[in-house]
């Protein structure tokens, strides 16, 4: 009798699908991984659109109240939900609206088309279903994609690193860019990336999202000592992170 293979499922919310070409792309290089699963359902590389999978990848973040719907849809199928990175995972660059009122944003991006277009805060996905893994990033990378797959064949759930970013960056013996009169978020930062944005002389912007204690009093301490006013460091902080430092704050979206 042949052995069914697991069947897996991309679906797409409000991002810009940089996450789904990064999967295209990995598992192009990766035939025994793809051969071990049946993809039943991706928009972006395929027109079939199965609805009988037991893991369910999601990107993007919930950005309208519809989505959520379709968000618990997947989640009654799935037998395991995976957030596939930034915006899926921390409502990404979509909730830096968050901080502006709602209908502002809204005239400003459509005019007077506004009334036309479904919104509200954007939020990771976590906040509408119950997330069994997740794959961060911004991209995500692609070796912790395939890793990631890898650990839920064998029945297992990938765990994200702990540490922050500069343990990783230290161990790489980079030199660390405040000494090159660069900012980077690294101390609070999540791991994993193999710190690749500092290895390549640039700050982490936080694409990971936040260790689960982040020290950012001495974070914010040590930007402004290497220059950064108050508004500056805000708007660092909110590239990737708007969502979570709103959380921090007790900051509800206007
Ligand atoms: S996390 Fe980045 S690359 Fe992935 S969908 Fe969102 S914006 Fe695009
Ligand atoms: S470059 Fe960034 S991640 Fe690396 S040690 Fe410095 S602050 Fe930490
Ligand atoms: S260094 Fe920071 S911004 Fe760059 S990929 Fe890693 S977590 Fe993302």
């Keep these: 009798m042949t052995q069914q293979k697991p069947k897996i ?17 990995s598992l192009q290089t990766n035939l025994e991984l793809l051969n071990a699963v049946e993809i039943v359902n991706f928009r972006e590389a395929m027109s079939e659109k199965g609805q009988d999978y037991q893991i369910a990848f999601i990107e993007g973040s919930c950005s309208r109240k519809s989505d959520e719907a379709r968000l618990q849809a997947i989640r009654e199928q799935a037998d395991i939900v995976v957030a596939l990175g930034a915006c899926a995972h921390l409502g990404g660059v979509n909730a830096v609206r968050n901080r502006q009122p709602l209908e502002d944003v809204r005239t400003y991006v459509y005019g007077n088309k506004a009334d036309w277009y479904e919104t509200y805060p954007a939020r990771p996905i976590s906040q509408v279903i119950t997330v069994d893994a997740t794959i961060p990033g911004c991209p995500i990378d692609r070796d912790e994609f395939i890793a990631s797959v890898k650990m839920l064949l064998q029945g297992r759930i990938p765990k994200l690193p702990e540490t922050p970013l500069c343990v ?18 690294g101390p609070i930062v999540r791991a994993g990336c193999k710190a690749i944005c500092p290895s390549f002389g640039d700050g982490c912007e936080g694409c990971r999202g936040l260790v689960s204690e982040p020290n950012m009093e001495s974070l914010k301490q040590v930007m402004a000592e290497h220059g950064m006013a108050d508004q500056d460091i805000s708007h660092k902080l909110d590239l990737f992170l708007t969502y979570q430092m709103m959380n921090l704050e007790n900051e509800e979206p206007k």
């Design 9 to 25: 499922a991309f679906f797409d919310f409000a991002s810009c699908e940089g996450c789904q070409l990064t999967v295209i792309d």
């Design 168 to 185: 990783e960056c230290k161990l790489l013996e980079n030199q660390c860019v405040y000494t090159m009169g660069k900012v980077c978020l």
